[in-house]
């Protein structure tokens, strides 16, 4: 496992309560316990720069804010991650776990926004050396169980409308349909039954 995960680019993405921050955290854990050094970010966020931009994306007063500068701001914290930390990590053959990535920003903005999956993805191609990673894992799930999964106050994101979210999975679909490398594991079951899933995926997986 150590030899086949070294210097590998590894993201879990979803919509949002599809529960990839736990499923991260165990991933990490379980990562450690096979002693295959690693590094994991979150997606926006995790440089100085990056946590700015994501509270200014974030913040629910920010209700005017357009598609497109959407689009930017995430692709300008996620250039700064790149850069500041995981082009370096990659380089020290680490194994980077990221929660999230482009594929959100497909999803959400490109699909669910209207701004265009291809579009996002021309301008990743512009922005940054390795747009995709060696393998995204998305985790799949209903709005309904998402939406129970959530507490707390809703963040400008999470507050938009369901027809959105529904959108947001839709397109996490078309990315598994269009995209290489690319893998689904359903997300609606306990937390201990998707990590067996995420597991079982990553051991089997043959990088290509
Ligand atoms: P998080 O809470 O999972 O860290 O993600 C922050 C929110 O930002 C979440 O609602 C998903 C959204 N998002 C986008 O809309 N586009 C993106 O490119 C990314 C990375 C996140």
Redesign the pocket.
């Known amino acids: 496992m150590k030899n086949k995960l070294r210097g590998k680019f590894i993201v879990l ?1 979803g ?2 309560g599809c529960g ?2 736990t499923q991260t955290k165990l991933l990490i854990q379980w990562l450690g316990e096979q002693a295959v050094p690693t590094e994991t970010f ?4 995790d440089t100085d720069i990056g946590e700015k931009i ?1 509270q200014i ?2 913040n629910p007063e920010h209700i005017t804010m357009s598609t497109s500068a ?2 930017l701001l ?2 300008a ?2 250039a700064q991650l790149w850069e500041e930390k995981i082009a370096p990590a990659l380089t020290q053959k680490k194994c980077v776990i990221l ?11 490109g699909y ?2 209207g701004f265009g999956i291809e579009q996002v993805i021309k301008l990743a191609a512009d922005s940054f050396k390795m747009p995709w990673p060696d393998l995204t894992i998305i985790l799949d799930v209903d709005l309904e169980t998402s939406a129970n999964r959530l507490s707390g106050r809703p ?4 507050a ?1 409308p369901r027809q959105y979210h529904q959108k ?1 999975r839709e397109g996490f679909l078309e990315l598994v349909r269009q995209q290489k490398n690319f893998l689904i594991v359903d997300a609606a079951g306990d937390i201990e039954t998707v990590q067996k899933k995420i597991l079982r995926l990553i051991s089997e997986v043959s990088f290509t």
């Open positions: 993405d919509p949002d990839k921050t979150r997606d926006p966020g994501r994306l974030l959407e689009v995430y692709m914290a996620r929660d999230r990535w482009l594929s959100s920003t497909c999803a959400y903005q669910a926004g963040d400008r994101m999470e938009k947001v």
